[in-house]
């Protein structure tokens, strides 16, 4: 279970000719295994922090500590590896690779940390199982609803049995009633499994249920 | 006499190369131009993947893999193709004469009267090699493209 300390992060990009201050010096300490809501509102510098704690991007100053690991110090293809065995993401758009099937978008992490194909298919589908996903493997995501698609989005993010799960607005593009399978499925992943798991969600009612809850305005913790 | 002719034999087998060489360049850079849609129309694709932890190299390996695939099948297909059009060259000649009624090369104006051509093994070999190694080229700036592709950026835009 990691721990995750965020220290003095600073972010901003460039969008076109303006420069977005998405992060304003945020210090935060995730403890491992505890199930954490981050709400605020669009522009807030959510999804930017979601995506420095998944080291898909860069700080543009701060630091970000896996149990006391600095990992913007590794080097490209160290990040590659690391994000690989220990991060697991949700987006909001499901983000599945529309030429596979469910089985071979489920697979694919585990492919790329170089796992056999066989045993990358046995993990994939006992997890779709656990999923609810069972009679669907074989199914492109064009043929599934949306709920499903996330389903399977959420089994991808479990494959490696990550020790922190990243869920960007997880929800936000379903209904009401498949939102919350969705959200019972992570939580339950959280429970059984002790991952780490940070949601960024503007559904009040979600974020009211996790025991604790990081509100951000333009780019600070409130 | 006969000098001259071989010279201007000779000169119109560099022509000709030239010609060759421009073609080639043309349908490498065709290479280039649809490896470069295919990487912006994969660009979340490629995002997911290194959210997934796919490694900068491993990306570009996707993309040299496709864009040689399509420089093996060309090089192959236009072999074939090319070696059918040069040992039946008389006969098409024959035929597309026949079909326009005309002559490509009137006896009474040249010194020959039919088009000559004869395969050279090393030629073919020399060709094809050029034309798989300009593939090759053609693939590297698209992949390093899409490689380098920040997937924090292109999974901000939806």
Redesign the interface.
């Known amino acids: 279970m990691a721990e995750i300390r965020v220290e003095n992060l600073l972010k901003s ?1 460039k969008q076109g000719s303006r420069r977005v201050e998405a992060l304003r010096g945020i210090d935060l300490v995730f403890n491992g295994g505890e199930p954490v809501a981050v709400i605020g509102p669009s522009g807030a510098g959510k ?2 922090l979601i ?1 420095i704690l ?1 080291t ?2 860069r700080p543009s100053a701060g630091r970000v500590l896996y149990d006391g690991r600095d990992v913007f110090a590794m080097s ?2 160290d990040l ?6 220990t ?1 697991g ?1 949700v ?3 499901h ?4 030429e596979f099937t469910a089985l071979e978008n489920t697979m ?2 585990a492919l ?2 170089g796992v056999q194909r066989r045993e990358a298919k046995g993990r994939a589908q006992e997890i779709l199982e656990e999923v609810g996903l069972g009679d669907r493997m074989t199914h492109k995501p064009g043929e599934l609803s949306g709920g499903e698609q996330q389903r399977v989005a959420v089994a ?1 993010s479990l494959i490696l049995e990550p020790q922190v799960l990243l869920a960007d607005e997880p929800t936000g593009n379903l209904d009401r009633e498949t939102g919350e399978g969705v959200y019972q499925l992570l939580q339950q992943m959280n429970r059984e499994k002790g991952i780490t798991l940070i949601i960024v969600t503007h559904n009040e009612e979600i974020a009211g249920r996790l025991p604790r809850r990081i509100h951000l305005v333009d780019g600070r913790v409130v | 006499m006969n000098r001259n002719f071989f010279k201007a034999l000779k000169m119109e087998k560099i022509a000709m190369f030239i010609i060759l060489t421009l073609i080639v360049f043309v349908a490498a850079l065709a290479i280039v131009t649809t490896l470069i849609m295919v990487v912006m129309g994969k660009t ?2 490629i ?12 990306i570009m390996k996707i993309f040299i893999f496709e864009g040689l695939l399509i420089g093996v099948v060309g090089t192959i297909v236009g072999t074939i193709l090319g070696l059918l059009i040069a040992y039946n060259l008389e006969g098409i000649t024959q035929f597309l004469e026949g079909l326009f009624r005309f002559k490509f090369l009137p006896g009474d104006v040249y010194y020959i009267d039919e088009l000559p051509s004869t395969v050279r093994p090393l030629d073919v070999v020399l060709i094809d090699g050029i034309a798989f190694l300009l593939s090759f080229l053609a693939t590297l700036y698209p992949s390093r493209k899409a490689a380098g592709l ?4 292109a ?2 835009y ?1």
């Open positions: 990009y999804t930017t995506h998944g898909i991007d490209d293809r590659a590896r690391f994000r690989n065995r991060v993401f987006f909001q758009f983000h599945l690779l529309l694919m992490p790329i940390q991808r | 979340r694709d995002a997911i993947l290194k959210s997934m932890g796919a490694t900068t190299s491993s920040d997937p924090a950026e999974l901000r939806e």
